[in-house]
Every structure is written in structure tokens, then in C-alpha cells.
């Protein structure tokens, strides 16, 4: 008997699976996101923004670990959103900083479509999109979602470096580990 070839899905398909998973991600991880108080950490890191946003500058702390790369996310998010009153944000706006890295996260599987494939793609960013532990995590103003979008990119850009051998992706790769330094060493 001849072997089998690997069944896969066709674009539409995968592109509807994507969009499921965004859907989904969107759908566990945006709403109710002021039901509960901040965790101390949030708190902390909610506090130390609103100082780099008032002030400009970002005291780095070696004994702290964290670095200024989700005060900047912030800041960035926030002059979209039309942030204009730092001493008012409420922990709704700071967490949707971390979902929008979470979005990304489950974005960045598509740089890894052609080793994975377009079913096993899809699949994992609908595991992704519901897997508890993502939605969880991805509902806290934390620097590890961001951290995870970083590490999950320079592995992309390196697989995407041995395929095309684009120096853009070595380039893409050096800034991710860059970033994930800065995040959190």
C-alpha cells in the first residue's frame, strides 16, 4: 500500500480558523478586564509607568529584572488610544496593552506556517486563543506576555532567516533578543 499523503486544509479554511482564533482570543481576553484589583506586581508596574510617563525617564533597578520595553508598549498604546490623564488610567487600560501583545502572539505562529503547515497553524492558534493559561496570563499588565511575543519572534525570524537567508530576519532576530533583554533579564 502506498503511503498516505498528510491531509491539509486549504487558505480559506486556514483563514477562517485564524480569524476563529482571533475571535476567540479577543472574545476571553477583552472583556471584564476592571473585575478584579490589580495583583501587587501589576500595581507596581502600573505605578513605575505613570513615573515614566510623567517624567520621561525610566530608573532601571538591576535588582528588579525589569526593564523599560512595557512602559514604552504602554506609552505607545496609550498615545493611540488618545491617553491624555496618566494619573487616571485604570487597570482596564493598562492590562489591554498586555492583550494586544497576546494578539500578536497568537499572529506571530503565522511566521512558522510553512514548517508547521496550515492545518497544525491554525490548530495551534485556536489552542492558543483558549488555552486557560494564555488568557490568563494575557489579562495582566506583566511583562512576560510580552516577553513570550519576543521569543516566539526571534524564533520565527530565525527559522525564517534558514529558509530565505534575508539578512532582514538576522536583523528581526538581533532586535527580539534585544527586546527580550530589555523586558525582563
Known sequence: MPPSKPQTVG???????????????GFYRLPYLDTRPMHTDEAILGVKFIDFA????????PS??????LHYLTRAYGWFAGWSDYATLEATNLRR????????????TLLLGDALGRFATASSMLMMAVSPMMVFY????????????????????????????SLLWLLVAGVCVGLLHATKE
Open 11 to 25: 487558505w480559506v479554511t486556514c483563514a477562517v480558523l485564524v480569524l476563529l482564533a482571533l475571535f476567540l482570543a
Open 54 to 61: 510623567t517624567t520621561g525617564r525610566f530608573n532601571y533597578d
Open 64 to 69: 528588579d529584572y525589569h526593564g523599560p520595553v
Open 97 to 108: 496593552v498586555v492583550v494586544v501583545c497576546s494578539l500578536l502572539l497568537l499572529l506571530s
Open 138 to 165: 494575557s489579562r495582566y499588565y506583566i511583562m512576560e506576555v510580552p516577553y513570550v511575543l519576543w521569543l516566539t519572534l526571534f524564533m520565527a525570524s530565525c527559522w525564517r532567516y534558514s529558509q530565505s537567508k
